[in-house]
């Protein structure tokens, strides 16, 4: 266990840092920037950088310039269905298996989440993840909230207001139950980052949604990790296909962020916005994401 929370430990540490390099990377490819000049633009000497960079993302520097060029990625901000299929020769550590993702819709009663969690008993707690601290939200049944949140909410990162910061997602995700009983346990968030993050089992995710929400959420699971879908898309993929902008607020009703994959939908004109933690982190999943599926 303590080399996983180290790794987690790294790689949560270098994410503000990995998603600055990843926009540069996606901005500059097409002038086949050298190591040394893509070390310069993120502060950092050739050998650390590709050492940070090459742990955080599982790839290479070069690996991942190449695989943008050989999908001809152009804009990542606004062709987010574009699938990078360059083959990488390196093992890489992709995300968990989203297919196991196991929903228990009755992880809280009716009863329970219309009271606002009167009676349940939950535990929540921070750990590192590759994407900055997770803030994990947890019942007996399983996880119930995920969000993000960062040490300082630095500008230089797309943040667009103060509410990343741990203490502000800690009270975010106690408030979506506030009558619940929550206890604080950073040791049982930092076993569900790992059994998340760097494990390919099931992942128990108990949640209560109106029936129109879940049908969003299992078309959310439907998409293929490194791809993106409009609201009208997952709409009609979940069978409504007039219900687009019901489906943007159920999108934004999602509790549990990567594991059903809210980032990867986007508004009809392909612009990555609304991202309840930050756009740049969910550009950064995405990015991602996309490396990895090859």
């Known amino acids: 266990m303590t080399t996983t929370l180290s790794s987690l430990s790294e790689r949560s540490a270098a994410y503000e840092r990995m998603a600055e390099a990843l926009e540069h990377l996606g901005d500059t490819w097409r002038d086949w920037p050298d190591l040394t000049q893509c070390a310069r633009a993120m502060g950092l000497s050739p050998h650390h950088f590709q050492r940070e960079f090459t742990r955080w993302a599982g790839v290479s520097p070069k690996q991942f310039q190449a695989a943008l060029a050989h999908a001809e990625a152009g804009d990542l901000l606004r062709q987010g269905a574009s699938v ?32 606002g969690g009167a009676g349940a008993q939950l535990t929540i707690g921070e750990a590192p993840t590759p994407f900055g601290t997770g803030v994990f939200l ?3 049944r399983g996880l119930c909230g995920l969000g993000f949140a960062d040490d300082a909410a630095a500008s230089k990162t797309g943040f667009e207001h103060p509410g990343y ?6 009270a975010d995700l106690a408030s979506r139950y506030e009558n619940a009983e929550t206890r604080r346990d950073d040791a049982e968030a930092a076993r569900w980052a790992a059994r998340i993050f760097q494990s390919d089992k099931p ?18 699971l439907d998409i293929p990790a ?6 009208g898309e997952v709409a009609a ?16 009703a999602n509790n549990i962020s990567w594991l059903i994959p809210c980032h990867r939908a986007l508004a009809s004109d392909g612009r990555l916005h609304n991202y309840h933690w930050g756009v740049a982190r969910k550009r950064a999943m995405l990015t991602f994401e996309r490396a990895h599926a090859a």
């Open 237 to 252: 993929a979940a069978g409504q296909p007039k219900a687009a902008r019901a489906a943007g607020t159920a999108i934004g």
């Open 138 to 140: 947890v019942s007996s």
């Open 84 to 115: 990078m299929d360059a083959a990488f020769e390196a093992g890489l550590s992709g995300p968990s298996r989203l297919h196991d993702l196991f929903i228990a819709h009755e992880g809280l009663s009716p009863g329970e989440a219309k009271t």
């Open 203 to 220: 992942i128990p995710v108990a949640l209560y949604g109106t029936p129109f929400r879940r049908q969003i959420w299992r078309a959310l």
């Open 165 to 170: 910061t741990k203490d502000a997602v800690l």
């Open 226 to 231: 490194g791809e993106t879908r409009t609201y």
